[in-house]
């Protein structure tokens, strides 16, 4: 896949092009991605993303911003599973902010990105003050030689899918639904870094994965899968939080502990599935009540995966 950080003067090919923030790509953003490469198919043209760094609302108003739901790298990993194959990321500043509507279109757009077919969800603004929208895009699209589509929400259940939907399902530890809505268990990806090593002292070693932001949209302790530590995910129980009983006043970390697994880690990238959450985060008195509790939470998390081995077979028979 190829990623743009810059728009050039004058696009080198035609592209049919996406529009949107795609935070945690779920069932909505993969409906749009999956029209894209339909209509690219058809067109003989390449499939482009077009997503903004930092988020606007990060920008405008950092202390109100929703917690995102996947990093920059996240994100462009999940669009390229997705078939696409370019993504350009526009920086949002201040000057990007005064860009006009008509010359976002123009320039950016037809000129910068050879954009011939683009497709934007039903509600999407642009340009200086958000006064661009599927209306202004269609008056302009004979003149400049493009053609332009709008997608309806994607509704799962009776609900709307969105990326506040997603948050508020994790926020609420309601796993199984936001997965219901992403298409896929959330995940958070890093590198795995040392710690304190406090783990590996009460008996329970974990591996700390590096978060990209300090915000993440869950706390708690969960049943995870974890990738990247072999040919096939291994299990494990993490622990998403502050740590309260080891400091105040602590950054979130996120720690897992794999079961029987005895091998470095150390290094690695890896992603966290989130597959279950097992209860909130506590302070204990003393770090011996915080072992027999870690002792539960591995043994809750086992329970939870065999009882979804069990499952698995009646499922599949129905």
């Known amino acids: 896949m190829r990623i743009q950080?810059?728009?050039?003067?004058?696009?080198?090919?035609s592209v049919a092009l996406t529009i949107g923030n795609f935070d945690g790509v779920h069932l909505g953003h993969q409906a749009m991605l999956a029209r894209l490469r339909a209509e690219a198919t058809s067109r003989g043209l390449r499939t482009c993303a077009m997503t903004f760094e930092p988020h606007p609302r990060e920008f405008f108003a950092p202390d109100q911003a929703p917690t995102r739901l996947t990093s920059l790298r996240e994100k462009l990993e999940l669009l390229a599973q997705h078939g696409v194959?370019?993504?350009?990321?526009?920086?949002?500043?201040?000057?990007?902010?005064?860009?006009?509507?008509?010359?976002?279109?123009e320039r950016i757009l037809v000129r910068g990105l050879g954009a011939r077919w683009i497709l934007i969800g039903d509600d999407f603004r642009f340009g200086k003050r958000r006064a661009g929208d599927f209306?202004?895009?269609?008056?302009?699209a004979a003149?400049?030689?493009?053609?332009?589509?709008?997608?309806?929400s994607v509704v799962h259940v009776g609900e709307r899918v969105s990326s506040?939907?997603?948050?508020?399902?994790?926020?609420?530890?309601?796993?199984?639904?936001?997965?219901q809505l992403l298409g896929r268990p959330y995940s958070i990806s890093g590198r795995v870094v040392h710690g304190d090593g406090l783990g590996r002292k009460l008996g329970f070693p974990t591996a700390n994965v590096q978060m990209k932001h300090n915000r993440p949209p869950?706390?708690?302790?969960?049943?995870?899968?974890?990738?990247?530590?072999?040919?096939?995910?291994?299990?494990?129980?993490?622990?998403?939080?502050?740590?309260?009983?080891?400091?105040?006043?602590?950054?979130?970390?996120?720690?897992?502990?794999?079961?029987?697994?005895n091998a470095s880690l150390y290094g690695r990238h890896v992603r966290v599935d989130f597959m279950h959450k097992l209860r909130d985060e506590e302070k204990y008195v003393d770090l011996d009540t915080l072992t027999r509790q870690i002792a539960l939470d591995v043994e809750h998390s086992r329970e939870y995966f065999r009882a979804r081995d069990a499952a698995a077979p009646r499922t599949a028979q129905r």
């Open 164 to 179: 506040t939907a997603v948050r508020n399902a994790l926020a609420a530890g309601e796993l199984e639904h936001a997965s």
């Open 85 to 105: 194959e370019q993504v350009q990321v526009c920086r949002f500043d201040y000057g990007f902010a005064q860009t006009s509507a008509e010359e976002f279109i």
């Open 5 to 13: 950080r810059s728009v050039p003067d004058a696009a080198q090919s």
């Open 218 to 261: 869950l706390f708690g302790i969960f049943a995870v899968e974890l990738s990247g530590a072999g040919t096939a995910p291994v299990r494990g129980v993490a622990s998403l939080g502050v740590r309260p009983t080891i400091k105040a006043g602590g950054k979130p970390v996120l720690e897992v502990h794999v079961f029987d697994w």
């Open 135 to 140: 209306v202004m895009l269609r008056q302009h």
């Open 143 to 152: 003149r400049l030689g493009y053609e332009v589509e709008a997608i309806a």
